[in-house]
């Protein structure tokens, strides 16, 4: 399954994910609650970081509201973000691991 939805540039589709088969306490997230961890993203990462200036989709984020897994349509990838809270400067946090692919993403959080 994949879910499509219109962006201001073109159809984006975000690959199958099941937000249930994530190791630990995840939750899907949409609307208000995914602007929110997308702006906070945005606020944090400094220029260098990988998702610097991307846009992004939150999907998922697990308990504490600290680690976020995010759909990057730009690079086709999933990231799996911990958010800081606070505005960085360097470009190694907030700490950002990325994959092509569903699988991969559970397969680095299994670890």
Known sequence: ???????SVR?????SH???ILPG?????????????????QREAPKGHVLHGL?????GVRRHLKDVVFWVPALEQ??????????????RW?????TR?????VAELDD
């Open 101 to 105: 692919n569903w699988d991969d993403l």
């Open 94 to 98: 907030p700490s950002t691991t990325c």
């Open 18 to 20: 099941d937000i249930a």
């Open 78 to 91: 999933w990231a799996l973000v911990h958010l800081t809270r606070q505005v960085e400067t360097d470009p």
């Open 25 to 41: 306490e995840w939750w899907a997230v949409q609307g208000t609650d995914a602007s929110e961890l997308e702006q906070e993203l």
């Open 1 to 7: 399954m994949s879910v499509h939805f219109a962006t």
């Open 55 to 59: 846009s992004v989709q939150a999907v």
């Open 11 to 15: 159809w984006v589709t975000i690959s």
